[in-house]
């Protein structure tokens, strides 16, 4: 059982397939976003209401305002942050950019969230 | 079928099920992401005792060891099921058509392949039903299995040439 024998006893074939394969689920992982829909949107809640429902492929700057003052969301390049918080802990600020999930400002009770909403009206559970 | 043949069938199977609940045991990142160990049993079968013994041990294999395991007739017995009834099948299909092309890896790689995507069809008319999930998640699926099947390919290349040499 040495190397050399089994090197020997693969044909041209199993190599092409082999580098094909390797070469296809590459590109699959590197490209396979970039195909997808996104179906991707932003939704700016404010106290509880929908205020807001972007594509997240539009670059812009969102001023909503909550019970406490302005908070600022600048959506860039598929992602989002905020940049002005009138809270005095501002961790929504120091969250910074993210692509996926939810920003909550709790003092100015806004609740920004990426996501594909078509499916989040499905509730899988009531509390409180 | 004669009586050796059934005693090879019979032995090739106990292989076959011990390597796949052995298998089975190992913690896996996703559910179903498996080595595909007893996958060699098939190829062996297949190229030393023809396809009708390969596919009467893989269906064997899938059956008991499913009830060794506790997934009979559940989903990751589908899965099983399918992905090892397309694998011996496409093996066969390939084995038959051009015996020269592939050698033991390539046939690996082909079975590796067709297992995945058997089992991301299923996957998708019986569980998850979300071709997104589904696209994304198939190339890890395909490249985990060309590096398996690869590996597999090795091994089963060994077992033969010195199962051959015994004989």
Redesign the interface.
Known sequence: ?NLK??LS???I??KF??SI??L??????LF??E???K?CEVQIEVNGRLVYVLPIEDNRIVSVKGPEGRTVIEIKDHRLRVIESPCHNKLCIKQGWIENGAIVCLPNRVLITIGNHEYSNIVDAITG | MQLQDKYRIALLSAYAVALHAFESLLPTPIPWLRLGLANIITLVTLLLYGFRAAMVVTLIRVILASLFIGTFLGPAFILSLGGGVTSTLAMGLILSVTPRLFSTIGLSLIGALFHNIAQLVLAYILFIQRIEAILLISPFIILIGALTGTVNGVISDLLIKNLKKTN
């Open positions: 059982m024998g089994l006893s693969t044909t074939a199993d397939l082999l394969l390797i296809l689920s590459f590109s699959g992982i396979i976003k195909v997808l829909p179906g």
